[in-house]
């Protein structure tokens, strides 16, 4: 029973022993430690590691000279550290869909009006409405747009969406398009519009 008891003894010295170290190492490590492994990606944000992200930049001066700019833009590359307000993060990608269309700039409205999308039970399904959505009040999404059911041709809202995604602090669009002539089974062919959409995303400083 005592050689018992020694060795319970023994065995809670060493866990105890075990326990110490581990919470001295513990402590000599840095705030910063590990924190990326626990989280990819959020120690390149400034706000969290407070080093200068060389990805991002402020949207507070011009771009290079020369460049043509609208009235009241100012959008002049720089280094920044000053934390998420007026910053443009590059490793935030946003994805954009340029589809869209209206009877004023289209003759018709184009993916506000696809088809209604079935359940994938027929038995459910039955129970739904079939057909196509009715634009301007039955629009093929799910949040109706601030804009209205507008058209991506539109140079104003090409121009709102850019300012919008920059507010927001994204630095890429993920743009979806489809190769000369082709286009999805609800839409048109809208590869003339990829150059009008690179010029107005670099206008914001948007890659």
Not at 149 to 168: D, N, T
Not at 187 to 195: A, K, M, Q, R, Y
Request: proline share 9%.
């Amino acid at each position: 029973m005592a050689r018992l008891r020694r060795k319970a003894c023994i065995a809670l010295f060493l866990f105890t022993l075990f326990i110490f170290w581990t919470m001295m190492g513990l402590r000599t490590l840095k705030p910063s430690d590990g924190f990326s492994d626990l989280a990819p990606g959020l120690d390149l944000l400034p706000m969290v590691s407070g080093k200068m992200d060389r990805r991002s930049v402020s949207r507070d001066t011009t771009a290079s000279p020369g460049q043509a700019h609208p009235a009241g833009s100012n959008t002049k590359a720089v280094l920044s550290n000053s934390g998420p307000e007026g910053t443009i993060f590059y490793d935030v990608h946003i994805f954009y869909y340029s589809w869209y269309g209206n009877p004023h700039m289209d003759g018709k409205y184009i993916h506000w009006d696809h088809i209604l999308v079935p359940h994938w039970d027929p038995k459910i399904a039955s129970s739904y409405p079939r057909g196509r959505h009715m634009p301007p009040e039955d629009i093929g999404s799910s949040f109706y747009p601030e804009l209205n059911p507008y058209s991506s041709r539109s140079p104003e809202v090409l121009e709102s969406h850019m300012e919008q995604i920059g507010a927001s602090a994204a630095g890429v669009l993920v743009l979806s398009w489809y190769p000369p002539g082709l286009a999805d089974d609800n839409g048109e062919p809208t590869e003339d519009l990829v150059p009008a959409v690179l010029d107005a995303a670099y206008r914001h400083n948007l890659k």
